[in-house]
């Protein structure tokens, strides 16, 4: 089947700039989570959705902001870039929550210049 | 809060040698424990998990016991392979963490012939 698949691979955006990534989970799975992975950081949890709500955030700024559609598929946006955010961003889906263990897509690399 | 140490890596090792990458946890009440692997290029695989005290995870030669009297989740493999040279992340999710997890720094490992 189907993996998750994470749109676009590479980004490069201006400081200032927003940038919209997207993710496919697996066909079934409701729940969606995005991590940031920065080489300092690790991986840090952004936030989670399931069934088109928001279930659970971590501690990044306004600026990142995510949503849900009715066939599970899931965006997040970062708006005013800084060079800080420059990393990996990675999505992972599971059928129900993390417990069932997450599967991960291959992610989106973005390049604030 | 909860947290996940991982020791430090890299880890380099021959061919066929025994493989152990240690992690301890902090958490309240009883996560669940998991280790993922990352190969280069890509996103993060499940390799196994625990979700109680005692409890052993494994999948493809690679073994953790959840041990909560010594708060560990070390992984062990018994004969490494140059194909299981990758990244290593030791994570919990916990009544804290919600429906996230929270990841170690992880461990590389380069296997050679």
């Known amino acids: 089947k189907a993996g998750v698949t994470q749109t676009p691979r590479y980004l490069i955006k201006t400081r200032g700039q927003q940038v919209t990534l997207s993710c496919s989970p697996i066909?079934?799975?409701?729940?969606v989570s995005w991590y940031q992975q920065t080489p300092g950081q690790g991986l840090q949890f952004l936030f989670e959705?399931?069934?088109?709500?928001?279930?659970n955030k971590g501690n990044f700024p306004g600026r990142f902001s995510g949503r849900q559609f009715s066939n599970s598929r899931s965006e997040m946006n970062v708006s005013t870039l800084e060079l800080g955010d420059s990393a990996l961003y990675l999505c992972?889906?599971?059928?129900?929550?993390?417990?069932?263990?997450?599967?991960f897509g291959s992610g989106t690399r973005l390049t604030v210049v | 809060g909860d947290s996940v140490t991982q020791m430090e890596g890299p880890v380099t090792l021959s061919e066929e040698a025994f493989l152990t990458i240690n992690c301890m946890y902090t958490a309240t009440g009883y996560p669940s424990l998991f280790w993922y692997v990352q190969y280069p290029g890509e996103g993060l695989q499940l390799l196994l998990k625990?979700?109680?005290?005692?409890d052993k995870g494994s999948n493809k030669g690679f073994e953790a016991t959840y041990r909560k009297e010594t708060t560990s989740f070390h992984l062990e493999k018994g004969s490494v392979q140059v194909s299981d040279s990758a990244v290593y992340f030791c994570a919990l999710t916990s009544n804290q963490a919600g429906t996230a997890l929270i990841f170690g720094k992880g461990t590389t490992l380069s296997v050679s012939s």
């Open positions: 992972a889906s599971s059928l129900e929550s993390v417990n069932y263990g997450y599967t």
């Open positions: 066909s079934g799975h409701r729940s």
């Open positions: 625990a979700t109680k005290a005692d």
């Open positions: 959705y399931f069934s088109e709500t928001q279930r």
